[in-house]
């Protein structure tokens, strides 16, 4: 069951980073500014709390498993990574390469992770 859990989770925040990334691609292309308090904070809060979710699932599984797959570290750099893109997806002004240097490096944590569970 707590596989399960994660694994669902794990899939929803893999489909939610690409949701971000493609938030990124389009306003870096239309220069659009946001309203924060309309569009980027709730957008920010509903990924937050994905990544909450996720982070209990999955840290569940590594409790109960006596050989674990990821460590609490690579846990966390997971959460910061998708609490950070998802505000830095409205600003055109984030740097390219950085920006889809964490969205790569976080997509290959969970997929290691998607495929383990």
């Not at 239309?30 to 840290?59: R, T």
């Amino acid at each position: 069951m707590e596989q399960q859990q994660a694994l669902f989770y794990t899939k929803q925040i893999i489909e939610k980073i690409d949701e971000i990334d493609a938030i990124y691609e389009k306003t870096r292309e239309s220069g659009e500014s946001y309203d924060f308090y309309k569009v980027i904070e709730p957008f920010a809060n509903e990924v937050q709390q994905l990544a909450s979710d996720w982070q209990q699932a999955i840290e569940a599984v590594i409790a109960s498993r006596s050989s674990y797959f990821i460590g609490e570290r690579q846990v966390d750099t997971v959460v910061d990574n998708v609490c950070k893109l998802s505000v830095q997806a409205f600003h055109g002004s984030t740097s390219f390469q950085r920006f889809k240097s964490y969205v790569q490096s976080t997509k290959f944590i969970l997929n290691s992770i998607k495929r383990q569970l």
